[in-house]
Antibody, heavy 122, light 106 residues
Framework: EVQLVESGGGLVQPGGSLRLSCAASGFTFSSYWMHWVRQAPGKGLVWVSRINGDGSDTSYADSVKGRFTISRDNAKNTLYLQMNSLRAEDTAIYYC???????????????WGQGTLVTVSS | DIQMTQSPSSLSASVGDRITITCRASQSISSSLNWFQQKPGKAPKLLIYVASSLQSGVPSRFSGSGSGTDFTLTISSLQPEDFATYHCQQSYSLPHTFGQGTKLEI
């Protein structure tokens, strides 16, 4: 069974750091681009970051660029999101998602984790 | 960034109804459009990818259409389990923006 399980969320003060993990199982992890998507309480979904299969290509939303770092350990089948200089507006449920492809620029998130809640507050 | 606009933002319907949700992109995205269903406290679930392809395991009452800038999600006969929030998303370019969501209520 394809499965993604996030962990690492919690309460952190503004300016603090947190590292999220996403453990993958049931598929060849290194063959897939992986993404992080977040959802503030009662709000819509927002794309955060992505990484390619070998970790050599990463991209970020402008709102987190320079503060968040996406990485992966294919030996451990685990995706990470290092979040630094956290702000109140980063408060959200963070989901990891697997991206499959149906051709150029035709990606779709076919598997999602259950999410982990990050709360930034003093 | 490509802006994705869904309409309506909320919709009241009954079991057995046929409903349509619209998603409009601020520029052409070819067929790089996906639809997700999300229930309270749960992760999004993929329904339709590349505008009209039905994800494995998703009931055939769900269908998608469109290309360019205008897309629709149709549910042909609403079932009780379909009451949820629906999101569209473009994968044409970064950032992979989502619509604001459509809440489907009884």
């Amino acid at each position: 069974e394809v499965q993604l399980v996030e962990s690492g969320g919690g309460l952190v003060q503004p300016g603090g750091s947190l590292r999220l993990s996403c453990a993958a199982s049931g598929f060849t992890f290194s063959s897939y681009w992986m993404h992080w998507v977040r959802q503030a309480p009662g709000k819509g979904l927002v794309w955060v970051s992505r990484i390619n299969g070998d970790g050599s290509d990463t991209s970020y939303a402008d709102s987190v660029k320079g503060r968040f770092t996406i990485s992966r350990d294919n030996a451990k089948n685990t995706l990470y999101l290092q979040m630094n200089s956290l702000r109140a507006e980063d408060t959200a449920i963070y989901y990891c998602a697997r991206a499959s492809t149906a051709g150029a620029s035709r990606y779709y998130f076919d598997c999602w984790g259950q999410g982990t809640l990050v709360t930034v507050s003093s | 960034d490509i802006q994705m606009t869904q309409s309506p933002s909320s919709l009241s319907a009954s079991v057995g109804d046929r409903i349509t949700i619209t998603c409009r992109a601020s520029q052409s995205i070819s067929s790089s459009l996906n639809w997700f269903q999300q229930k309270p406290g749960k992760a999004p679930k993929l329904l339709i990818y590349v505008a009209s392809s039905l994800q494995s395991g998703v009931p055939s009452r769900f269908s998608g259409s469109g290309s360019g800038t205008d897309f629709t999600l149709t549910i042909s006969s609403l079932q009780p389990e379909d009451f949820a929030t629906y999101h569209c998303q473009q994968s044409y370019s970064l950032p992979h923006t989502f619509g604001q969501g459509t809440k489907l209520e009884i």
